[in-house]
């Protein structure tokens, strides 16, 4: 079982510069991380790390992993450490446990062959690392630390592509993997879809920390949300350090990507983020966070209503946005509902989030046998919920060409108001990733606007 609390006893938090995270629940990853560390501690070694059950399980490799096929180096299994110790590098102090240089020397992904309490096999897909190496129990004596391991002759899967993306090397993986099993697309056509789309899509990404929603087993499998990529990220990748207060993970802050290239759009995909995820504020130039620049009207009809009904609500936002010299632009969540941005001149959340409550509680007063300004659910059948709460710093929205893991590969996808005020059928305006694609051609980003055009709130 993980239990990090061996790690614990041995560290002082306020002695270290290790990460030591309180007692809790381990977060959730998709055991595939691995990190190399190079320790310069009484005898150089390597710390091998693997990501597996919210713990990174650990081996300390005096002659490190550079081998030729069939060889053997001793390999002392040694605590579960902490997730973000992935991330780790720096000085332990002399007279601490560990103490000396730490830093990291080789970090990838891996694929699982075997993992059992004896033997562990697995397939690194790392910079310096790259093929398949089995950790085994040379015996149960020394309280289970005595290990060996040994590179196989079996080089890395044929599943693990490199590519040049606009100058960067990375290697794609499991490309035949079906994502969207009632489909049958890929990952393949997923990284593609994303390639494709990136003109239009990566100006909505600009300045913005992106919150991947990753299904490594595709859509009907599991799914998690991914803030924090310091364990894993490439150094090319750009990412930015904010406060997460109330964390489910307990962490204090995390560092979110920005994706502001293809390269990175294509190591997200890759990592199966179907979703990406983008709050209404950017980055300011202290690499906080700045005031939004966006306010989001996020319409979720409670069934029987449906995207139709949120078509006529929208009609009525927009009517309201008018009236305030504001001008709205929508697009469908690739889900149920409708979302309509507003472009504005940079305000304070706490002025974003009460401007759009307002509204909808004006809309839900005056239209209260369809429109519903309150979350609950029990009162939200037949009726358009408007979510003005999507304003708050702390949240997030789905970003504009960003495909959705529903049953077929839809996207959030930008729409004119001809078609909202034409649409009559859920169909009207279901767009799947080629049907995008045909529609960038057609009319180019529907949402240009929103860096162009902003409003100022009232008041």
Same mark, same amino acid.
């Given at each position: 079982m993980p239990d990090l609390s061996e790690y614990r006893r041995k560290r002082d938090a306020d002695r270290t510069p290790e990460p030591v995270p309180d007692e809790g629940p381990l977060p959730h990853g998709d055991d595939d991380v691995f990190v190399v560390q190079e320790h310069h501690a009484r005898k150089l070694h390597y710390d091998v790390r693997l990501e597996r059950?919210?713990?990174?399980?650990?081996?300390?490799?005096?002659?490190?992993l550079l081998m030729s096929p069939g060889t053997i180096h001793l390999a002392v299994h040694t605590e579960d450490h902490p997730?973000?110790?992935?991330?780790?590098?720096?000085?332990i102090p002399h007279g601490?446990?560990?103490?000396?240089?730490?830093?990291?020397w080789d970090r990838g992904t891996y694929e699982t062959i075997k993992w059992s309490d004896d033997e562990v096999q697995v397939v690194f897909h790392g910079r310096r690392v790259d093929g398949q190496y089995v950790f085994f129990r040379r015996s149960r004596g020394d309280g289970g630390r005595d290990w060996m391991v040994r590179r196989t002759g079996v080089q890395a899967a044929p599943s693990s592509v490199p590519v040049v993306v606009d100058g960067r090397r990375l290697k794609?993986?499991?490309?035949?993997?079906?994502?969207y099993p009632s489909d049958g697309f890929t990952k393949a056509e997923v990284i593609d879809y994303y390639r494709q789309v990136a003109p239009m899509l990566l100006p909505h990404l600009a300045g913005r920390p992106v919150t991947f929603r990753r299904y490594p087993n595709g859509t009907a499998g599991a799914s998690f949300y991914e803030k924090d990529v310091s364990r894993h990220a490439p150094e090319w990748v750009r990412t930015v350090r904010i406060a997460t207060p109330g964390?489910?993970? +307990?962490?204090?802050?995390?560092?979110?990507?920005? @994706?502001?290239?293809? =390269?990175?759009?294509?190591?997200? $995909?890759?990592?199966? #983020?179907?979703?990406?995820?983008?709050?209404?504020w950017t980055i300011n130039a202290d690499g906080g966070k700045g005031d939004p620049d966006l306010v989001v009207f996020d319409l979720d009809p409670g069934a029987p209503a449906t995207l139709v009904?949120?078509?006529?609500?929208?009609?009525?936002?927009?009517?309201?946005?008018?009236?305030?010299?504001?001008?709205?632009?929508?697009?469908?969540?690739? +889900?149920?509902?409708?979302?309509?941005?507003?472009? @504005?001149?940079?305000? =304070?959340?706490?002025?974003?989030? $009460?401007?759009?409550? #307002?509204?909808?509680e004006r809309l839900a007063d005056a239209h209260s046998d369809t429109v519903l300004a309150v979350m609950a659910k029990a009162r939200r059948v037949g009726k358009v919920f408007i979510d003005w709460s999507q304003n708050s710093a702390a949240k997030t929205t789905v970003a504009p060409y960003s495909l959705r893991a529903r049953e077929n590969p839809t996207a959030s996808t930008p729409v004119t108001w001809d078609e909202v005020a034409a649409c009559q059928r859920v169909a009207d305006l279901t767009f799947l990733a080629d049907d995008v694609l045909a529609r960038i051609a057609e009319h180019g980003d529907l949402l240009a606007g929103l860096r162009t055009e902003p409003g100022r709130l009232p008041g």
């Open positions: 059950d919210g713990v990174l399980v650990s081996w300390a490799v005096p002659k490190g997730m973000e110790y992935a991330a780790f590098e720096g000085d601490e446990y560990g103490g000396g240089k730490v830093e990291i794609v993986t499991n490309l035949d993997k079906v994502l964390s489910a993970k +307990g962490a204090e802050s995390a560092d979110f990507p920005l @994706i502001d290239d293809l =390269p990175g759009l294509v190591w997200a $995909a890759n990592l199966a #983020a179907i979703e990406l995820h983008v709050p209404q009904e949120c078509c006529r609500v929208a009609e009525l936002i927009r009517a309201e946005l008018a009236e305030d010299g504001l001008v709205g632009y929508p697009k469908t969540s690739g +889900g149920k509902g409708l979302q309509l941005y507003v472009p @504005i001149e940079p305000a =304070p959340a706490e002025h974003t989030v $009460a401007y759009a409550k #307002a509204l909808a």
